[in-house]
Structure formats: structure tokens, C-alpha cells
């Protein structure tokens, strides 16, 4: 009897490790189930994000929003936390892609300027629809446009980095890139900046600095490995900056994280760093950080770039992908954008109340400078850490 | 078949699902960790030079040198004060040290990213330290943010705690009459130390030691917040080469070598446990 038992148990162990292997079978039977519309019944759409939680939480908030008005459809946000996952996003969508699958589970997709350019790319604008104004009626208002394929993708909100200062100690912040340089000079220990590739803030910082020396504009969209020879002015200068930043323990010190040098300046240990608007804003609001804290823009700006939306041709759900697209530049939801994580809208701001967000009017979307240089980051960030971090 | 074998077979039957998940789930993806860290990025032949590259580049091999130093002064300064810990706990019964005795382990509770930040919060350059010298009219800056102070000093709220549990839990295998004993032909306690605690103990420091020093060698989270830029802690330096340059190649020969490093202090512990002293056999 005991034998026999053991046997039993054994077969049952294997078997349930043969089980395992067959679930991802399952999940595609899920995509077809979406598209069956009967009436009464609320057809799926899968919307796909990466951000920080600040994006998970807005969209959140979007979503269920829009799930209680809407009778046709119901959004279902799957989110993937940045910084591990980004890269996964444009991989995962390639791939779904190349493997020549239809009706997936990507019905709408959002994407930041960088990993836009990134997947037009890698599969090409015919991946995804080209967008029927005639089903975005909000989107008359919105004068904004993405750098790549505009007519593919729909912006809805636009982000940017800016200088954020301590107002106490700073009255008049600098207005150029050169007057920023001779006030890191002129004040040696008083500016940081986020180590990059740990943070946008400090990316976008860096970045600019480099290649504001390269003359030709469309470097800055350009992910040819060529532009690397001419890095080296740019970095130089960083080089240069190195003695007058923030030092702590009697060595300079990069922070990690957009959120290590926002600390810094909210500490009062900084009086100035490069800084996302929208972090600024929201926990200024939020009162984590003093009301001294103001921002500012300066000439050659950092970099901002519009967020937007796409419909892969993959996916199985376009018409609940418009709708959605739509309610995302509605009044309401705009307002939800810039109420909830400080985002810049894309619409008139006439209908949006804006108070505590004055600043994001001051911050003019088509004056943005696009980067992106796709794997050159990674290079870029690399020499970074070998030429820069390592000056001790 | 005789029936020994047979049940010799069915024994390894039984275990087969078990070994066939750990050999799928463990061993398979280190063997194509390390067969990843001989292939050459581009060409996916195979090559040193992943290796080559972690011993030759100077701030490789300072940021190899800064992670043993900080890790080793961790264990050091961990065994050191656990052991006194433990030797309080064990010989002096009073309600403070019972009181000590349950409270110790707290910190441990803590999750690791809170008390990081509580840690930073007091000991920033801005923090409380700096806020308190400055109501009496200085301002003391630390200087243990961004600098080894400061990760050695966190380590040890996670690993005095732990290390104490293990040396305590031998120290209580020790029998009073032992001590005693000693004690009535006369000996000093610091002779009782050396030669009747010290010796009956010493395998469970080993087993402390062995552990602290292979949870920090890997450590992520504090040299992550609290760290500086150069030299890196090897957790950081690896997280930097898959996930910022994506290298992968690379990433699998660093994680390789920390493991070589792992084992050796490995070794160590498992030869103390096998060598039987003379008074043990």
C-alpha cells in the first residue's frame, strides 16, 4: 500500500512539472476573447504603459475614469515600472511583431518620444495605424506633434526637464546655458546632478551639455554610432564642471536617481539641479518639498518630449483604442494630467483650471528639444562612468 | 533485479522531480550564466575577455579592492560586537540583559529600504547629526554619506543582529558546569575565555562570519542610496553593466567572479567544519 502511494505521488510530481511548461498556451486564447462584442457587453481594451509610479497611478485614476462613463468599453491597464522594464516594452511589441502575430492583446500602446523613435526603428510607422482624425474629435485642439512618424502616434502630454532652484537663496536664476556654467563656477559645491542612466533629469543635463557643441541639429535624433567621435568637446566641459559640484566627505558626489538630487536641493545642500517639471511641481504641491523651490527654463533648452499614444496594427481592439485616445485629450482627463502628476497638457489651457500649476504655462511645448539616440545612451552613459564618475 | 537495488531504484524515483526542478531552476541557468560570460559579445565565440577586462581595467580592480575592503571591515566589526553581545546575553542575567536579550533582533524587522533611508535621514550631511550640532552653533558634517563609513555602518544594523542569533545559539551549547569547572582549578576568566569559550564556540563565528560576508558582497539596495560613484560596490557595478550599458556578456562574467569570491569564504567554513580538532574526536 505504501509502495504504491509513493508511486502515486511521484507520477503526480512529474506531472504537474509537465504542466507547467504548457501554460503560456492559455494566454492567447485571452486575446481572441476580447474582440467578441455582443451587445450590452463592454469589449476589452488592453492599454500598455511604462513610467514611474507616478504614471501608474494617473493612469489608474484614467482608466477608471473612463471605464465608469464608457458603456462600449473597458480599459485595462497593464503597467511595467521603468528602469527594468522599458527596455521589455519596445522588445515585446518587436517581437509580437516580427513573429507576424495578429489580433494580440496590444490594443493601445503609450510611449515616451525616446522609445517611439526607438520601435518606428526597429519595426517600421507600418506597424502601427495610421491615425483616423476623423474618430479623435479632441485632438483638433492639440497642436503638438511627436518628432517621428506624427501621423502614426497621438501626443498627449508633454514632459520636460528644467532647472529647479532654491528662490531663497538664488534671486536671479541664470537664463543660458553659459550664464548656468559661470554659476556652477561661481558657486563650487552648489549644483548636482543624477548620475546618468539612473535618472532623466541628469540624462537630459549631460546630454545637452554635449551636444549643444555639435552643430548639426539631427544628431540629436540620431542613433548613428558616428556622432560619438564628436562627444568630446562636450565632455570635456563635463570634466571641466567636475571640482565645482556638490561634494560630501571631501569627494564630488553624483546622487542616484532623479528623486537623490530633487533630495539634495529640498535639503538645502544644492541651491540648483536639473530637474523633471513634474516632480518639482506634484511634491511641491504635495508639500514635500519647500515652497522656495521654483523652476525655470534656460536657452539651449534640456530636453522635453511628448508623450503619446499608438495603435499597433496588431492588436484587436482599434475602435475602443480611439475612444480611449479621445477621452485622454478631453478637458477632464487634461485636467487630471496636469492636477494629479503635473504633466503639461496638450490642449488649450483655457478650460483647464491651473491653479498651483502656473508654471507648466510657462513651458511651451513646440520649443522642446528632442533627444533621442536610442543605443548611443547606453555608450554614452558608459563613458560617462569611465571618464567623468571616476575623477574622484 | 534484487530487491535491494530495486529500492535503491525506487529511492531515486522519488527524488527525481525534486532534482529535476532544482538542476532546471538552479544549475541550468548558472551553466549558461557561465557559458555566457566565455562568449564574445560580437562574434559569440569563445574569449577571456570578459574576464580580462575585470582585472585589468583600474577602476574595475578598485571597485573589486573597495567591495572586499568594506565587506571585510563589516564582518569584522560585525563578529566582533555580536560575539560581545552574545558573551553578554549568555554570562550576565539581569533584566537589562533580558530585556536586551528580546529586543535585539528588531532591526533585523525593519525592511532593508526603510531603515536605509532612516539611516541616510540621520547621517546626511543635512540630516539629523548636521541638525543638532547646528542648534549649538556648529555644523558637524559626517561625511559617511557616499563613502564606505557610511555603507559599513548600515551593513551592520542588518548583520550584528543576525551574526548575534548564530553566536548565541552556540554560546548556549556551552554547558555553566563547563565554565564552572574551570573556574574552581583557578582559572582567570580571561584563561576561561581563551581556552574553554573561545574553542567551543569558534565554528558558529566561522558559520556568522561566513554568512555575513556573502550577503554583503552582493548587497544592492545600500551601496544603491548610500553609495558614491567611483569606486562601486560589485552589486552596483554589475547592475550598472546589464541594465545601463547592456552588457550582458560582461554582467555574467562579474557575477561569476563574485561567486568565486562567495566560495572561497565558503571553503573556509567548510573546512573549520570538517577538521576535527584533537578534543572533539
Given at each position: 500500500m505504501k509502495r504504491f502511494l509513493a508511486t502515486v505521488l511521484a507520477l503526480v510530481m512529474a506531472l504537474s512539472l509537465a504542466a507547467c511548461g504548457s501554460k503560456s498556451a492559455g494566454s492567447s486564447s485571452a486575446a481572441s476573447g476580447s474582440a467578441a462584442a455582443s451587445s450590452g457587453e463592454k469589449t476589452t481594451v488592453n492599454l500598455w504603459a511604462t513610467g514611474s509610479d507616478n504614471v501608474r497611478e494617473i493612469y489608474e485614476t484614467l482608466t477608471s475614469n473612463f471605464n465608469k462613463t464608457s458603456d462600449q468599453y473597458e480599459v485595462k491597464l497593464n503597467f511595467m515600472l521603468s528602469g527594468t522594464g522599458t527596455q521589455t516594452m519596445v522588445d515585446m511589441l518587436s517581437a509580437a511583431y516580427k513573429a507576424k502575430q495578429t489580433n494580440t492583446e496590444y490594443d493601445l500602446v503609450d510611449f515616451s518620444g525616446d522609445d517611439w523613435s526607438k520601435i518606428v526603428s526597429l519595426i517600421g510607422q507600418d506597424a502601427f495605424t495610421k491615425l483616423d482624425t476623423s474618430k479623435l474629435p479632441n485632438a483638433s485642439s492639440v497642436t503638438a506633434k511627436c518628432a517621428v512618424s506624427p501621423e502614426y502616434s497621438q501626443p498627449y502630454r508633454g514632459t520636460t526637464v528644467i532647472l529647479a532652484y532654491n528662490s531663497a537663496k538664488v534671486a536671479t536664476p541664470p537664463t543660458t546655458m553659459d550664464e548656468l556654467i559661470s554659476w556652477i563656477k561661481a558657486n563650487p559645491g552648489r549644483f548636482a546632478y543624477n548620475t546618468p542612466g539612473t535618472g532623466g533629469a541628469g540624462d537630459s543635463f549631460v546630454r545637452t551639455t554635449v551636444y549643444n557643441f555639435i552643430s548639426d541639429e539631427s544628431a540629436m535624433v540620431s542613433d548613428d554610432t558616428k556622432w560619438e567621435a564628436q562627444w568630446d568637446q562636450g565632455f570635456k566641459l563635463l570634466a571641466e564642471l567636475h571640482p565645482y559640484m556638490y561634494k560630501s566627505g571631501g569627494s564630488v558626489v553624483y546622487p542616484n536617481k532623479n528623486q537623490g538630487a530633487l533630495d539634495l536641493l529640498s535639503q538645502g545642500e544644492i541651491d540648483m539641479c536639473p530637474m523633471w517639471a513634474d516632480m518639482v511641481l506634484s511634491q511641491r504641491n504635495a508639500g514635500t518639498i519647500p515652497d522656495t523651490i521654483k523652476v525655470t527654463s534656460i536657452t539651449p533648452s534640456f530636453t522635453g518630449a511628448v508623450q503619446s499614444l499608438s495603435i499597433p496594427s496588431f492588436g484587436s481592439n482599434s475602435e475602443g483604442a480611439y475612444a480611449f485616445m479621445n477621452y485622454m485629450l478631453s478637458d477632464e482627463a487634461q485636467d487630471t494630467l496636469v492636477k494629479q502628476m503635473a504633466a503639461i497638457p496638450l490642449v488649450s489651457t483655457a478650460n483647464i483650471d491651473m491653479t498651483g500649476y502656473e508654471d507648466l504655462k510657462s513651458l511651451d511645448v513646440s520649443k522642446f528639444r528632442i533627444l533621442s539616440i536610442g543605443d548611443l545612451s547606453n555608450d554614452f552613459n558608459e563613458r560617462w562612468d569611465n571618464e567623468i564618475s571616476t575623477l574622484g | 533485479?534484487?530487491?535491494?537495488?530495486?529500492?535503491?531504484?525506487?529511492?531515486?524515483?522519488?527524488?527525481?522531480?525534486?532534482?529535476?526542478?532544482?538542476?532546471?531552476?538552479?544549475?541550468?541557468?548558472?551553466?549558461?550564466?557561465?557559458?555566457?560570460?566565455?562568449?564574445?559579445?560580437?562574434?559569440?565565440?569563445?574569449?577571456?575577455?570578459?574576464?580580462?577586462?575585470?582585472?585589468?581595467?583600474?577602476?574595475?580592480?578598485?571597485?573589486?579592492?573597495?567591495?572586499?575592503?568594506?565587506?571585510?571591515?563589516?564582518?569584522?566589526?560585525?563578529?566582533?560586537?555580536?560575539?560581545?553581545?552574545?558573551?553578554?546575553?549568555?554570562?550576565?542575567?539581569?533584566?537589562?540583559?533580558?530585556?536586551?536579550?528580546?529586543?535585539?533582533?528588531?532591526?533585523?524587522?525593519?525592511?532593508?529600504?526603510?531603515?536605509?533611508?532612516?539611516?541616510?535621514?540621520?547621517?546626511?550631511?543635512?540630516?539629523?547629526?548636521?541638525?543638532?550640532?547646528?542648534?549649538?552653533?556648529?555644523?558637524?558634517?559626517?561625511?559617511?554619506?557616499?563613502?564606505?563609513?557610511?555603507?559599513?555602518?548600515?551593513?551592520?544594523?542588518?548583520?550584528?543582529?543576525?551574526?548575534?542569533?548564530?553566536?548565541?545559539?552556540?554560546?548556549?551549547?556551552?554547558?555553566?558546569?563547563?565554565?564552572?569547572?574551570?573556574?574552581?582549578?583557578?582559572?582567570?576568566?580571561?584563561?576561561?575565555?581563551?581556552?574553554?569559550?573561545?574553542?567551543?564556540?569558534?565554528?558558529?563565528?566561522?558559520?556568522?562570519?561566513?554568512?555575513?560576508?556573502?550577503?554583503?558582497?552582493?548587497?544592492?539596495?545600500?551601496?544603491?542610496l548610500m553609495g558614491g560613484n567611483s569606486p562601486k560596490m560589485l552589486g552596483i557595478a554589475l547592475f550598472d553593466q546589464f541594465n545601463k550599458y547592456l552588457r550582458y556578456e560582461r554582467a555574467a562574467a562579474l557575477s561569476v567572479i563574485m561567486f568565486l569570491i562567495c566560495s572561497i569564504s565558503a571553503a573556509v567554513y567548510i573546512y573549520t567544519n570538517l577538521k576535527d580538532k584533537d578534543w572533539e574526536k
Open positions: - | 533485479m534484487s530487491k535491494e537495488k530495486k529500492r535503491m531504484a525506487f529511492g531515486y524515483l522519488l527524488v527525481m522531480p525534486a532534482f529535476l526542478v532544482v538542476m532546471l531552476v538552479v544549475a541550468w541557468p548558472i551553466l549558461t550564466a557561465v557559458k555566457q560570460s566565455f562568449t564574445d559579445s560580437e562574434t559569440g565565440g569563445f574569449t577571456w575577455d570578459n574576464y580580462k577586462y575585470f582585472f585589468t581595467d583600474p577602476y574595475q580592480l578598485k571597485n573589486l579592492v573597495f567591495t572586499l575592503f568594506v565587506v571585510l571591515m563589516t564582518v569584522a566589526i560585525a563578529i566582533v560586537v555580536a560575539y560581545l553581545l552574545a558573551l553578554y546575553l549568555r554570562f550576565v542575567k539581569s533584566p537589562i540583559s533580558r530585556a536586551i536579550g528580546n529586543l535585539y533582533l528588531i532591526p533585523r524587522f525593519v525592511p532593508s529600504l526603510v531603515a536605509v533611508y532612516a539611516m541616510i535621514t540621520v547621517i546626511r550631511d543635512s540630516g539629523l547629526v548636521n541638525r543638532i550640532s547646528q542648534s549649538f552653533g556648529g555644523d558637524l558634517k559626517l561625511g559617511m554619506m557616499y563613502h564606505a563609513g557610511g555603507m559599513i555602518t548600515m551593513n551592520l544594523w542588518f548583520n550584528i543582529p543576525f551574526a548575534a542569533l548564530m553566536i548565541t545559539a552556540g554560546l548556549e551549547t556551552i554547558p555553566d558546569s563547563v565554565i564552572e569547572g574551570a573556574r574552581d582549578v583557578g582559572a582567570s576568566k580571561w584563561k576561561v575565555f581563551t581556552s574553554m569559550i573561545l574553542p567551543l564556540s569558534y565554528k558558529d563565528v566561522v558559520v556568522a562570519a561566513t554568512f555575513v560576508f556573502m550577503s554583503n558582497v552582493g548587497a544592492f539596495t545600500t551601496p544603491y
